[in-house]
Nanobody
Framework: DVQLQASGGGLVQAGGSLKLSCVASGFTFDDYAITWFRQAPGKEREGVSC??????YYADSVKGRFTISSDNAKNTVYLQINSLTPEDTAVYYC????????????????????????WGQGTKVTVSS
């Protein structure tokens, strides 16, 4: 079975940092693009960062503060979040799709939840002011 397990969320003060992890199992990790989404209360799920065949993409709203990386040997994708603000409060999800994502596809469709096949359960990030 394909599984994605997200972890690393928590309560942090504004200005702090967190590192989220997404452990994948049940599929060939290298064949998939992995994207982190977040969903704040009352808002739509937003794609924030993607890694596909070593290429990385970010939503404009998080560039410079979020860093996505992967350890293929551990089938794990990480999301380093720095300079947290209360606006970053959300449930963060990782998602996977067996596609190669280009810059063009990231901005036009691959940042949409509908593009993804598999989802993790989410990890909650709460930032206090």
């Amino acid at each position: 079975d394909v599984q994605l397990q997200a972890s690393g969320g928590g309560l942090v003060q504004a200005g702090g940092s967190l590192k989220l992890s997404c452990v994948a199992s049940g599929f060939t990790f290298d064949d998939y693009a992995i994207t982190w989404f977040r969903q704040a209360p009352g808002k739509e799920r937003e794609g924030v960062s993607c890694i596909s065949e070593g290429r990385t993409y970010y939503a404009d709203s998080v560039k410079g503060r979020f860093t996505i990386s992967s350890d293929n040997a551990k089938n794990t994708v990480y999301l380093q979040i720095n300079s947290l603000t209360p606006e970053d409060t959300a449930v963060y999800y990782c998602a996977a799709v067996r596609r190669s994502i280009s810059s063009n596809s990231w901005y036009h469709k691959a940042s949409s939840p509908d593009f993804y096949t598999y989802w993790g359960q989410g990890t909650k990030v709460t930032v206090s002011s």
